[in-house]
């Protein structure tokens, strides 16, 4: 496929807010780390490999990035930190996307909600559908935007919701 995607995805389960000092520092669960690797293998067999995969710097966030970029046979320099995606709104993740989509295809963003589905219902032009319980972006679901053969933008419905996917459907 030429076109050009961007992979939204929300950081995998993570432990109880309170189980660690302080939320930046939350790692994933056992059931998070099975999530990370079976979205990061439903990735490659859909064929969905990203150039770069850029992360919240907050431990679960590096840790469900990790775990997609190994299934994925990606180098770790492939992972970016951006400081910005941590505790996001909408408003601060449309800049990091103008910043990093250059140059790549197929671009993964890792981070969390409410910002990720905030970004997701904005930049898609369709609707995407929550789950039984309400939710669109549950932990590690994966929704896959395509820009066709434009590049990645960050106008409002500027992408087609290719696919979006739960580890739990």
Same mark, same amino acid.
């Given at each position: ?25 939350? %790692? ?30 907050? +431990?679960?966030?590096?840790?469900? +990035? ?14 970016? %930190? ?42 898609? +032009? ?44």
């Amino acid at each position: 496929m030429n076109n050009h995607l961007l992979i939204i995805m929300r950081h995998a389960k993570t432990e109880p807010v309170g189980s660690v000092p302080t939320d930046f520092e939350r %790692e994933l669960t056992e059931r998070g780390r099975r999530d990370a690797k079976k979205m990061g293998a439903w990735l490659r067999q859909e064929k969905l490999l990203p150039g770069a995969i850029i992360t919240s710097p907050a +431990a679960r966030t590096v840790h469900t +990035a990790r775990i997609v970029s190994k299934v994925l046979d990606l180098k770790t320099k492939q992972i970016i %930190e951006d400081r910005e995606i941590y505790e996001a709104a909408l408003s601060d993740l449309l800049p990091v996307i103008a910043r990093h989509a250059a140059g790549h295809r197929c671009l993964l963003l890792i981070g969390h909600n409410p910002g990720m589905e905030e970004l997701l219902q904005y930049l898609s +032009a369709d609707h995407p559908e929550p789950n039984k319980e309400g939710k669109v972006l549950t932990t590690a679901a994966v929704a896959v935007l395509d820009y066709g053969h434009g590049a990645i933008t960050t106008g409002k419905g500027s992408a087609r919701l290719l696919c979006l996917t739960r580890p739990r459907d």
